[in-house]
């Protein structure tokens, strides 16, 4: 039997998902409608999509009436954090609103062009895949299509439940269509009942829709390194040296439920020389932990580097960064406790203090102090700071002296090359479009460099990006 590619909903479930593997490729589901209305069967469908390791899709069905930019958010915040490695991206369906549960004054119509483009620019700003089903916005079809949105296209024919080449897509639709729906009354083994079933035109491979696109952030491993913990688990007591190759060492980044303070070295060299030096600690198994016998500094005066310090020593996490420091710098800011850390590094004048929400804010270098008492840690790899000033074009700003969320620009392709540069959001620069995802991107590199926060990209804020530096 041919592979078959059903799109369901609460109305048609999985009954087997053992069958449905073996009949579907991938699947596709409803997620939400408008602003209101999460489909009930959603939390089932992606758990049993990821336990059973098939390919999903999920889309909002757009109404009527709703502005198109809040009915693709609505879709992102019902479905984030639910979504795993088998989500593939987000789908708009627009087509004249029939569902059961549409509000009785919008049954019959057809979403608006101005809103059904605003959704899938939203969706596309996020970064990813996407797909526009509709057969009734050829504008917006020649439009959107491109590397990373496909069409999906409905057109019946007798609905007969087979796919019937005398109904083919449409001439004008043709070059478009990627996903053909060819009928409503389809049957797929595994599932509850009829479903709509679809078929691949030619025009994009199935792995196209069955291969999630990694977004350049989400590619980012930062990775910290610290003093730990001891060989049983406690702050003081163990032998000395690394017992375990673990009680110094190295590990993937996290944030901590403190919160994190961050002091990122002024000097770009200073800043490797710490990833440098916290590397080698985690490497030389001859230091351990403990909280007890922080005897790192003796050690660096005697052997020069962590590498080289050859005898059993212990260090416990704020003493090891001091040590960091001293390696890095040449200067030593003294003893200090984590809880005494920030102000220590303060007076130093060797840092800038900068606010970090996720991963994406940290660079190679970067010392992290929890908010109060509790750890430190230096990240160690991931990404790299070069010090260098961004050589690109720089956007030439509108009339009004700023560009604002739903400006559209072949300058924001500009600004946003910078954007990716400077902070790896994940922007399409080839998009025109001033929307949802750049706008973010401008609050959070505002964020970073201390203007005001408010999304807009004027005289300050490109001062501000001449200046930056990575």
Partial sequence: ?????????????????????????????????????????LDTFIKGCEANHIPYWLY???????????????????TKGKVGPYFMGY????EVNSEKSSRVEIRGKLPEESEVRKAILYLKDQGGKCLFYGNDYLKLIKEFRDDNCAIWYP??????????????????????????QYTQHGECPGLSAECDLNRLTGKRDLSWFTTRTIKEEEKTVIKIGSARIDENGK?????????????????????????????????????????KAMQDACANNNIGYDQGNRAIMTMLKNYGSMDKIKEKTETDCSNLVRGCIYQAAGIDVGSFSTAAEPAVLR??????????????????????????KG??????????????????????????????????????????KFLNWFGGYGLDEANKNYFGKTTEAVKDFQRRTGITIDGKFGSKSLEAAKKAKK
Wanted: positive net charge; contains cysteine.
């Fill in 347 to 372: 007076k130093s004048g060797l840092f800038d203090e900068v606010e970090i929400k996720s991963e994406k804010d940290v660079y190679n270098g970067d010392i992290l102090v929890t908010k109060s």
């Fill in 155 to 180: 057109r019946y024919g007798k609905d007969t439940g087979e796919y019937d080449p005398a109904y083919p897509v449409k001439k004008a639709y043709e070059p478009y269509a990627d996903l053909h």
């Fill in 1 to 41: 039997m041919s592979k078959l590619i059903a799109d369901i909903s609460h109305y048609v479930t999985v009954k087997d998902w053992a069958k449905v593997k073996e009949a579907c490729p991938f699947l596709i589901c409803k997620a939400t409608q408008g602003i209101r209305i999460v489909d009930s069967y």
């Fill in 235 to 275: 702050a003081t007591g163990g032998k000395a040296g690394d017992q375990t190759g673990k009680e110094v060492s190295e590990q993937a980044f996290y944030m901590h439920s403190k919160g994190w303070l961050c002091f990122r070295a002024k000097d770009v060299s200073v800043a490797n020389a710490l990833a």
């Fill in 91 to 94: 789908a708009v369906d627009a």
């Fill in 60 to 78: 909002s069905y757009i109404e009527y009436a709703t502005d198109g930019t809040a009915q693709a958010k609505y879709l992102i915040e019902k």
């Fill in 375 to 416: 750890h430190t840690v230096i990240a160690t790899s991931g990404r790299a700071r070069s010090g260098k000033a961004y050589t690109g074009e720089w956007p030439k700003l509108p009339d009004r002296g700023w560009f604002k969320n739903g400006d559209v620009s072949a300058e924001v392709c500009k600004l946003k």
